[in-house]
């Protein structure tokens, strides 16, 4: 039997450890950069000219081909970046103007980010299609062409590529859910479809697809963030289809603690992919650039006038705000922080207390338990033996185990995050 014993060390000597052992939240929000979202933004066909819709004369409609190369260009990005990613196929029928239209090889990219030991699931959302001429009986907006959606919703779809790129080095207690929906401009078809396909009352596990609805704790749908009217103030809004809800107040307290911006909350935003998953009954917000609408009292350039058109482009003047749509996506990766709880490395020290004693410390992340493991060879030896089991605390502090060294065969140990 091995001797050992457990050492919580509190107190000052504790924290003063934390930030030579622990990353901070800020450091992984310090991971959104402006340059980095930018080049996401523009390899998404974001020009003038430019369309991620779908053909308007084919029976069935089929994606056009910056469609598809944007879909490739997120997927690949998703992959390298070592998220467990596929595409996710479908078709629908939609309707319109009494005429039903046959839309075939759409895909959702999924992305998912699996966490350990926590049963919670978090959605981050945003569609990378854009209008096309199929789109005209939506909007009263004049679209001539097709809109290259630089900021409908290319914006979006770079900032879920920012995110995943802030967050990818790091260890989460809970499972983040990446997608890039595809279809919502035909009606919200990519959110229907994942829903239907991967969201479940009754699963037999919560940390897998189909995903459990009760395990879903937020889906956060991000839509149009990156123009801004100089006139305005640097508020982001922060929009639920009905009142408030508990993921409103998360992310309004992630936009004051990690951005420049203020929080608006709003309701009545129900347009986008997040309306599917609150009628699911999973608490979903839409995160979307201020002067969409006229909270002003400004006259129409006040608004967002290129929404649905051709000059939804990168090349209209004074259109897209790079710095603003950054903001919005530390905001976003804040608030997987909060709550999805990053587990930091558990780097060990070990320290000879007594002639026949060491001690093996690390500094644990709140709410993980650990399994402390040791070996006495690496090349030889048959693998890792369990040593002790270390329960979880409700903060980060510096853990110690002592183990006797007249009893404890292994000298070179590990742990495991459970």
Not at 373 to 385: A, K, P, Q, R
Request: glycine letters at 6%; proline letters at 4%; one cysteine or more.
């Amino acid at each position: 039997m091995y001797f050992h014993r457990v050492t919580l060390i509190t107190g000052l000597a504790g924290w003063i450890a934390l930030s030579s052992y622990a990353v901070t939240l800020s450091n992984i929000v310090d991971g959104v950069s402006e340059g980095s979202y930018s080049n996401f933004h523009v390899n998404l066909f974001v020009s003038d000219g430019d369309s991620r819709g779908f053909s308007t004369n084919d029976n069935p409609r089929v994606p056009l081909p910056q469609h598809d190369l944007a879909r490739d260009y997120i997927h690949s990005n998703f992959q390298a970046m070592g998220y467990d990613t596929w595409l996710d196929p479908f078709d629908f029928t939609y309707t319109a103007d009494v005429v039903d239209y046959n839309y075939t090889n759409c895909n959702n990219i999924v992305a998912v980010k699996w966490g350990v030991g926590g049963t919670n699931v978090y959605i981050l959302g945003a569609h990378y299609d854009s209008v096309d001429l199929g789109n005209l009986h939506t909007t009263a907006h004049s679209l001539t062409n097709s809109g290259p959606g630089a900021d409908d919703n290319a914006s979006g779809t770079a900032a879920l590529l920012e995110a995943a790129k802030a967050i990818k080095d790091y260890i989460f207690k809970d499972t983040i859910v990446i997608v890039a929906f595809d279809a919502e401009e035909k009606g919200y078809q990519g959110s229907i479809h994942f829903k239907d396909t991967y969201l479940t009352t009754s699963a037999p596990g919560t940390n897998a697809p189909p995903f459990l609805i009760s395990s879903i704790r937020a889906m956060v749908n991000l839509d149009t963030i990156a123009y801004k009217d100089t006139n305005t103030s640097d508020y982001v809004v922060i929009g639920s289809a009905g009142s408030p809800n508990s993921i409103s107040f998360a992310l309004a307290d992630a936009v004051s603690a990690y951005t420049t911006l203020e929080p608006y909350m709003a309701g009545g935003y129900n347009l986008s992919d997040h309306k599917i998953f609150q009628a699911a009954g999973i608490d979903s917000v839409q995160l979307i650039e201020y002067d969409f609408d006229n909270y002003s009292n400004f006259p129409d350039p006040g608004k967002n006038l290129y929404y649905h058109t051709d000059g939804d482009s990168i090349d209209s003047p004074n259109y897209i705000h790079y710095d603003y749509a950054t903001e919005i996506t530390k905001a976003v990766v804040g608030a997987c922080c909060n709550y999805a709880t990053p587990i930091p490395p558990a780097t060990l020290s070990q320290t000879v207390i007594a002639s026949n004693t060491v001690s093996v410390s690390w500094m644990s992340a709140p709410y993980i338990e650990y399994d402390l493991l040791g070996t006495s060879d690496l090349v030889s030896s048959n693998g890792w033996e369990f040593i002790q089991h270390v329960p979880s605390t409700n903060t980060t502090m510096l853990l110690s185990v002592e183990l006797s060294l007249e009893e404890t065969t292994q000298r070179l140990f590990r742990v495991e995050s459970k």
